[in-house]
């Protein structure tokens, strides 16, 4: 079969690349050239090869252009959208880059106020422990004191006299009106933020947290601001119960002819936020009452409520006129008498400075002692003396033993109370410095 094929193509082949002469005269000379198949073969795959170059050419150069074109356009289009991915990209980046800023700055100020709320919220926390401390420091020792037979009250120190009536309005009320009040003035801090912005809900959220520690920082002041009140009215009940009332220890000197002096650096409000000013305004308030109460403190520190025997005694003669124990006539007797057992430790009822420690016609050795806002103590008939004049002494500091010298019948201790030099009833500031403070 194949050589049937094979001499059908050599037959084909012959009869279309005959071996063919090719004739040429030149100077009356006949020359000829002679082509064989093969020969006619290779040229005509030459001159095949050469047209069909010749039509990939031309096809080539026809539509090489249009091809150009379309390539160009293509190009334009994907550039087009590439810069368009491009600019919605650069916009979404300044869009969160802005965002960014807005969230920074306000976290910063957010942070920057609690952070200033917070130091204000400790230095008076600090400020209304401290003053506690030294009212349970008080407290402490007038309970050490006990009562006139040397007895403690069998509830400890505890509170005798009611406090000054509550406001009308329950605390639970008040407390709600000033979470509300709160409530809206942190709602009023920020800057606005168009609802549908991606930083929206992370604003909100950061405002939110907040809002609600200033509601309860607030609070936290306000309910400072009570506890002092309620013992700004426990101490001056104290002071009432003496006799001497506490606007008598408390207030301001008088200054004629002087100009009430005032000074700071100036402080752009439009720098202070809202919120901030708000704060501060309920820290003020609260601050007046705790330097009203430090003020009632120190008035009640130089108060001598304690008892000048700390040991078992006996309470033997009383203030005012009785009948004196030498003459048997009425006299006047401007201090209250204690008996013990013989040396018991004398001992300072408030603190303050030793004004006198000697010997004093009527009294024998004799101890007086300056308390401070018009107070001074004397305790008298000491066998002994411990401390010297310019001395400054605590309270329930020993300053002499008990005795009988000077005008005396017996072993005791003559005590007197006296403020601004007038004679008080000792017994009334004693009963006072036990029974209104609470253990």
């Known amino acids: 079969m194949s050589r049937k094929k094979s001499g059908q193509a050599k037959r084909v082949i012959n009869r279309w690349f005959k071996e063919r002469q090719i004739y040429h005269r030149s100077d009356g000379v006949v020359h000829f050239i002679s082509m064989s198949t093969r020969t006619q073969i290779a040229l005509a795959s030459v001159i095949g090869a050469a047209l069909l170059w010749v039509a990939y050419a031309s096809v080539n150069v026809v539509f090489k252009e249009q091809i150009i074109v379309a390539k160009e356009r293509d190009r334009r289009v994907i550039e087009t959208v590439f810069n368009k991915r491009l600019a919605q990209s650069q916009r979404a980046y300044d869009d969160v880059s802005s965002l960014n800023v807005i969230m920074q700055r306000e976290f910063d100020a957010t942070m920057?106020?609690?952070?200033?709320?917070?130091?204000?919220?400790?230095?008076?926390?600090?400020?209304?422990?401290?003053?506690?401390?030294?009212?349970?420091?008080?407290s402490k020792s007038l309970s050490d004191a006990g009562s006139p037979n040397g007895q403690k009250p069998a509830n400890g120190n505890r509170i005798m006299v009611d406090v000054a009536p509550a406001e009308p309005t329950p605390r639970q009320s008040r407390v709600s009106m000033l979470r509300?009040?709160?409530?809206?003035?942190?709602?009023?801090q920020g800057t606005v933020i168009p609802p549908n912005s991606p930083a929206a809900p992370a604003l909100q959220q950061m405002r939110s947290a907040s809002s609600d520690l200033y509601v309860e920082q607030v609070l936290l002041l306000a309910s400072l601001e009570e506890r002092a009140s309620k013992k700004i009215d426990e101490l001056k009940l104290?002071?009432?119960?003496?006799?001497?009332?506490?606007?008598?220890?408390?207030?301001?000197?008088?200054?004629?002819?002087?100009?009430?002096?005032?000074?700071?650096?100036?402080?752009?409000?439009?720098?202070?936020?809202?919120?901030?000013?708000?704060?501060?305004?309920?820290?003020?308030?609260?601050?007046?009452?705790?330097d009203q109460l430090r003020e009632v403190q120190n008035a009640v520190n130089s108060v001598p409520l304690s008892s000048p025997v700390l040991v078992s005694?006996?309470?033997?003669?009383?203030?005012?006129?009785?009948?004196?124990?030498?003459?048997?006539r009425a006299a006047s007797h401007q201090g209250i008498d204690f008996s013990a057992v013989w040396a018991a430790p004398i001992a300072a009822t408030a603190s303050g400075t030793v004004k006198f420690a000697g010997v004093r016609s009527g009294?024998?050795?004799?101890?007086?002692?300056?308390?401070?806002?018009?107070?001074?103590?004397?305790?008298?008939?000491?066998?002994?003396?411990?401390?010297?004049?310019?001395q400054k002494v605590k309270l329930n500091q020993k300053v002499g033993e008990l005795g009988n010298s000077g005008r005396s019948t017996g072993?005791?201790?003559?005590?007197?109370?006296?403020?601004?030099?007038?004679?008080?009833?000792?017994?009334?500031?004693?009963?006072?410095?036990?029974?209104?403070?609470?253990s």
Request: charged share 20%.
């Open 112 to 138: 920057a106020e609690i952070s200033s709320r917070h130091q204000t919220l400790k230095a008076m926390v600090e400020r209304k422990a401290s003053v506690t401390n030294d009212l349970q420091a008080l």
């Open 180 to 188: 509300r009040q709160a409530a809206r003035e942190a709602s009023l």
């Open 238 to 290: 104290v002071l009432a119960s003496t006799g001497v009332g506490a606007e008598n220890l408390t207030a301001a000197p008088k200054i004629s002819n002087l100009v009430l002096a005032q000074g700071g650096p100036f402080v752009d409000p439009s720098n202070v936020s809202d919120i901030t000013s708000a704060f501060f305004r309920h820290a003020n308030r609260a601050a007046l009452v705790v």
């Open 313 to 328: 005694r006996k309470f033997t003669s009383g203030f005012g006129v009785r009948r004196d124990p030498i003459t048997g």
């Open 363 to 390: 009294f024998g050795r004799c101890v007086e002692i300056d308390h401070g806002n018009g107070f001074m103590t004397r305790y008298a008939h000491l066998n002994r003396i411990v401390v010297k004049q310019g």
């Open 411 to 438: 072993p005791h201790v003559h005590y007197e109370v006296l403020f601004r030099g007038q004679p008080r009833n000792p017994l009334r500031f004693i009963e006072a410095g036990r029974y209104v403070f609470e």
